[in-house]
């Protein structure tokens, strides 16, 4: 819901950024390794408690996520880049809610679980809609050139970063944000399957 308005904020100056980093021969493959990197490390400080310390890489880590496309941009995009960077993508969301379970499974648990299963059926009606979107030969622009077409929803990246922002701040608390924003998720696949069967019915 908010991607659309963050990407007016965020887009000029990682552009700037990007360009630079092509200059110096990064490519965007090797940003989004090192954004997944960031994320990864970011998830493990989770499971020894180091929350804030998590924080700072959780951030650098989106960072380098919005950078890759940026480089892509300033030099030549290709579709694997684009396959490479949802699959990081998909790998750090389901990384922070495991590192918290791991963290405390009693506590957790129940809720970890219910937030994964509702990231997995999210991200199923994303990359499916997506897929029909392909065949239909749809095009969007909202969120920036992608690679794949990027449907909107209630729940979006940029909702999700803050969810993981305020996990880390509030970690005690994450059982209950955790059945809130999983039951939101719920809802977002929801009406994007019910949008899908209005469009997409023959």
Known sequence: MLD???????DPPLNTLGRGLAARGVSADAVTIAGLGLGLIAALLIVFGA??????????????????????????????????????DFLF??????????????????AGAFLLTSFYFNGTSFLGYAILAEKAQMQTSTQGKK?????????????????????????AYFAVMAWIFGALC????????????????T
């Open 4 to 10: 659309a308005a963050a990407r007016k904020i965020i």
């Open 51 to 88: 929350f804030s310390a998590a924080l700072v890489f959780l951030l650098a880590s989106r960072v380098a996520d919005g950078l890759d496309g940026a480089v892509a941009r300033a030099t030549q995009k290709t579709d694997f880049g684009g396959y490479l960077d949802i699959a990081a």
């Open 93 to 110: 969301y389901g990384a922070i809610p495991l590192a918290f379970v791991l963290y405390d499974a009693g506590a957790n648990g129940a």
């Open 147 to 171: 690679s794949l077409y990027y449907s909107n929803g209630i729940l979006e990246g940029t909702e999700t970063i803050i969810f993981f922002v305020l996990l880390c701040l509030f970690p």
């Open 186 to 201: 719920f809802v977002t696949a929801g009406l994007r399957i019910h949008a899908a069967r209005q469009l997409f019915t």
